[in-house]
């Protein structure tokens, strides 16, 4: 049953007071491991954003492009900005 449940849950039928706490600690640390766990966040995040933009660019290849050449032009105007801010 255990292993049907997520790190994050504590089981119920526990009532030992010492397994209850421990299963407690345990669950709250899977918890703080997942929040705080930024590389696989932002993993997982950019294969969402990766999956939706190849969506978009099967259903909707002009749209895509446009998203392409747009952010394209504010990548090359941040470094343009940031070049002619360290030049002066």
Do not use: C
Request: charged share 25%; glycine share 6%; proline share 6%.
């Amino acid at each position: 049953m255990s292993s049907e449940l997520p790190d994050t849950v504590v089981p119920s039928g526990i009532s030992d007071p010492v397994q209850l706490a421990r299963a407690e600690l345990k669950a709250a640390l899977a918890a703080i491991e997942i929040k705080a766990n930024y590389p696989r966040r932002i993993k997982e995040a950019s294969g969402r954003i990766a999956a939706k933009a190849r969506t978009i660019a099967e259903k909707k290849p002009v749209v895509a492009l446009t998203g392409i050449v747009v952010g394209s032009a504010a990548v090359g105007s941040a470094v343009w900005g940031i070049a002619r801010a360290i030049s002066r």
